[in-house]
Structure formats: structure tokens, C-alpha cells
């Protein structure tokens, strides 16, 4: 088949081109929002092609795949084809929904035209999906291999956007952590965070733009990963961490539960018991080690690629058909 979809989530994206299909990601001159075109950071194969708008109209298509409202409009301007109605058309939906539980409406609800795609049972729950048809296609992880190390007995957050998303993904939570361990903030915009913090005398740095194969290696390296995070989807770096054999504390929100068994970790929604784990994992060494075995283990039986792709080859044809 041949996919029309943007350059949104790249961590996700890198593992759905790993199908056997070809990918059309739009690019613009500035490589803004509109077309990103091909990952910078991630290694993509060369079955993902770049097509400018004007390319686009002209180009053969079996499915658009949608993340954003604006993507709708893009795709009927440039493809000179309406989804859902000239070109099948999946919406795809990354995110937990924000705001009151009875005012979550998805913007694709009501749509007899397209199929919405989440990402997470969790989603799918909280998102008010009208009539839309609608299926949950788990995340999938090219599997970077077991790097674990632990030797830096520190603990790794990844989050983007830490001053701007705040409480959602506990970004205030992390003088208590690092009361426990020295933090090390990955992740696009952790350098202010990290700055802030370490003027109230917090020990948090920040790695920033770091390629995906070098964030791996870096996350190895430290003792036990966190996840703070309060309420999102399921975070892909979490997923990334375990299939790289780390421990996880994680607070017990969205689809942590399901994904994270106790063997690999503490999930909990008891901050005391949440910092005292990270304490715990940095102390030792070993149970760090049996833990992220655990993780692993438990990552690669549910978030392996191969059940990915078998998910996605299986709903593409459905509604290209």
C-alpha cells in the first residue's frame, strides 16, 4: 500500500514504517508542523518518501492516515481528494483527552466515513467517540536491544515540554525524586526545567536533542527509570526504557498498570512509596538488574514490533478493502 500520513509522533512513526508499505510524509520548505517530511533524529527506511503539496496531488494513494484536525483539510487541498469520502482515511489519536470527563469529545466523533485508531485502551475509555467506529492498536517498539547497565546510580525522566505540561506529567514531582537520586531529564525543553530546579538547589540536569540510538545508550546507563507522569497516553519512552532492561517506578495512571507488571518495577500512586522505590533501585544494583529483566521480558510480549505491524497490516487492508 502506499500511506499518506505527516511527520507528528516520531517515536511512533518509527516503528509503523517498518512495514511493508510506502510511506508518504508531506514536506514544506521550513519542515514546520505542515511537513516535517523525513525524521532528523530516528533512522527511517527508504520505503518513506517525501512529496511537497503540489507532488501530492498527483500521487497514487490507498489510505491517509490523520493526527491532527488540520491534517483533514491539508489532505483534501493538496491530494485534491476528500478523506473518507475519494481516499479511505484512518484517524489515528496519540493523546489522552484533557478537560472534564463528560466534555471529552473527540473531534472525529460522529464519523461514519473513518476509522479512529487509539493507541491505548485508556484513551478509547475517555475519549467520547460518538458513533465513530473504533478499535485500540497498541504501541509496537523496534527493539533496541538490552543495553542495561546501571553503572551511574542515577535516575532517568523523560519528558517533553516540562515547563509548558507541568502537573500532566508531574514536572513538580521532581525535587522529591531527586531528593532520592540525582535526576537526569531527557527530553525536547528540559534544559529550562533543569535550570530552574538547580537554582532551588535541586540535583536535575538536562540532555537535550540527543538522536534516538544515543538516548538508548544514555538511558542505559542509569540506575532505574522514573515515570512521573500524571495523565497522558502511554509514554513510548517508558516502553523504550523496559525493552532496554530498565527498573521502572511509575505512578499507576492511564495504561501504566497494564504495562508494566511487578516484577519490573513499582507502580504506585503513593508518592512516598514512589520516591522510596527510586531510592531503593539506586541502593541496589542487583534487584535493579532482576527488575529490569522483568521489564524487558514483559515489553518485548506486548509491545513487540511484530504484533504491531500484523495489527496495522490487518486494519489498513480492512479499510482500504
Same mark, same amino acid.
Given at each position: 500500500m502506499?500511506i499518506?500520513?505527516?511527520h507528528?509522533?516520531g517515536?511512533?512513526?518509527?516503528?509503523?514504517?517498518?512495514?511493508d508499505?510506502? &510511506?508518504v510524509?508531506p514536506?514544506?520548505?521550513? *519542515?514546520?508542523?505542515?511537513? *516535517?517530511g523525513?525524521?532528523?533524529?530516528?533512522?527511517?527506511?527508504?520505503?518513506?518518501v517525501?512529496?511537497?503539496?503540489?507532488? $501530492?496531488?498527483?500521487?497514487?494513494?490507498d489510505?491517509?492516515?490523520?493526527?491532527? @484536525? /488540520?491534517?483533514?483539510?491539508l489532505?483534501?487541498?493538496?491530494?485534491k481528494?476528500?478523506?473518507?469520502?475519494d481516499?479511505p482515511t484512518?484517524? $489515528? /489519536?496519540h493523546n489522552a483527552p484533557?478537560g *472534564?470527563?463528560?466534555?471529552?469529545?473527540?473531534?472525529?466523533?460522529?464519523?461514519?466515513d473513518?476509522l479512529?485508531?487509539?493507541?491505548?485502551?485508556?484513551?478509547? $475509555?475517555?475519549?467520547?467517540?460518538g458513533?465513530?467506529?473504533?478499535?485500540v492498536?497498541?504501541?509496537g517498539?523496534v527493539? @533496541?536491544?538490552?543495553?542495561y547497565?546501571?553503572d551511574?546510580?542515577?535516575?532517568? %525522566?523523560v519528558?517533553?515540554?516540562?515547563?509548558?505540561?507541568?502537573?500532566?506529567?508531574g514536572?513538580?514531582?521532581l @525535587?522529591?525524586?531527586a531528593?532520592?537520586a540525582?535526576?537526569?531529564l531527557?527530553?525536547?525543553?528540559?534544559?529550562?526545567?533543569?535550570?530552574r530546579?538547580?537554582?532551588e538547589?535541586?540535583? %536535575?540536569?538536562?540532555?537535550?536533542?540527543?538522536p534516538?540510538?544515543?538516548?538508548?545508550?544514555e538511558?542505559?546507563?542509569?540506575?532505574? &527509570?522514573?515515570?512521573?507522569?500524571r495523565?497522558?497516553?502511554?509514554g513510548?519512552?517508558l516502553l523504550?526504557a523496559m525493552?532496554?532492561?530498565?527498573? %521502572?517506578v511509575?505512578?499507576?495512571t492511564?495504561e501504566?498498570?497494564?504495562?508494566?507488571?511487578?516484577?519490573?518495577g %513499582?507502580?504506585?500512586?503513593?508518592?512516598d512509596r514512589?520516591?522510596a522505590a527510586?531510592?531503593?533501585? *539506586?541502593c541496589?544494583?542487583?534487584?535493579?538488574?532482576?527488575?529490569?529483566?522483568?521489564?524487558?521480558?514483559?515489553?518485548l510480549?506486548? &509491545?513487540?514490533?511484530?504484533?504491531?505491524?500484523?495489527?496495522?497490516?490487518?486494519?489498513?487492508?480492512?479499510?482500504?478493502?
Amino acid at each position: 500500500m502506499r500511506i499518506l500520513l505527516w511527520h507528528v509522533h516520531g517515536s511512533w512513526t518509527t516503528s509503523f514504517v517498518e512495514g511493508d508499505h510506502t &510511506y508518504v510524509v508531506p514536506v514544506v520548505a521550513d *519542515r514546520g508542523p505542515a511537513g *516535517r517530511g523525513r525524521a532528523r533524529t530516528w533512522d527511517w527506511p527508504d520505503s518513506v518518501v517525501e512529496r511537497t503539496p503540489e507532488e $501530492l496531488a498527483d500521487e497514487a494513494l490507498d489510505v491517509v492516515i490523520l493526527q491532527r @484536525p /488540520e491534517e483533514e483539510k491539508l489532505a483534501a487541498a493538496w491530494t485534491k481528494r476528500r478523506p473518507g469520502r475519494d481516499l479511505p482515511t484512518i484517524w $489515528l /489519536e496519540h493523546n489522552a483527552p484533557q478537560g *472534564r470527563i463528560d466534555g471529552l469529545r473527540h473531534p472525529a466523533a460522529d464519523r461514519k466515513d473513518l476509522l479512529l485508531v487509539h493507541v491505548t485502551h485508556t484513551n478509547r $475509555l475517555f475519549w467520547d467517540n460518538g458513533s465513530t467506529p473504533t478499535t485500540v492498536i497498541e504501541h509496537g517498539i523496534v527493539d @533496541p536491544g538490552h543495553r542495561y547497565t546501571g553503572d551511574l546510580a542515577h535516575v532517568a %525522566v523523560v519528558v517533553n515540554e516540562p515547563e509548558r505540561r507541568g502537573r500532566i506529567t508531574g514536572t513538580d514531582l521532581l @525535587p522529591a525524586i531527586a531528593a532520592a537520586a540525582p535526576v537526569d531529564l531527557f527530553g525536547m525543553g528540559a534544559a529550562p526545567t533543569a535550570a530552574r530546579l538547580q537554582a532551588e538547589g535541586h540535583l %536535575v540536569h538536562a540532555h537535550e536533542d540527543l538522536p534516538q540510538d544515543r538516548l538508548h545508550d544514555e538511558l542505559a546507563e542509569r540506575r532505574v &527509570y522514573a515515570h512521573p507522569v500524571r495523565w497522558t497516553s502511554l509514554g513510548l519512552a517508558l516502553l523504550e526504557a523496559m525493552h532496554l532492561g530498565m527498573p %521502572v517506578v511509575a505512578l499507576a495512571t492511564t495504561e501504566v498498570p497494564m504495562a508494566v507488571p511487578p516484577p519490573a518495577g %513499582v507502580v504506585t500512586n503513593d508518592i512516598d512509596r514512589f520516591v522510596a522505590a527510586v531510592h531503593e533501585f *539506586r541502593c541496589d544494583l542487583d534487584a535493579a538488574r532482576a527488575a529490569g529483566e522483568a521489564a524487558r521480558a514483559a515489553a518485548l510480549e506486548r &509491545y513487540g514490533l511484530k504484533r504491531f505491524l500484523e495489527d496495522w497490516d490487518r486494519t489498513l487492508g480492512e479499510v482500504a478493502a
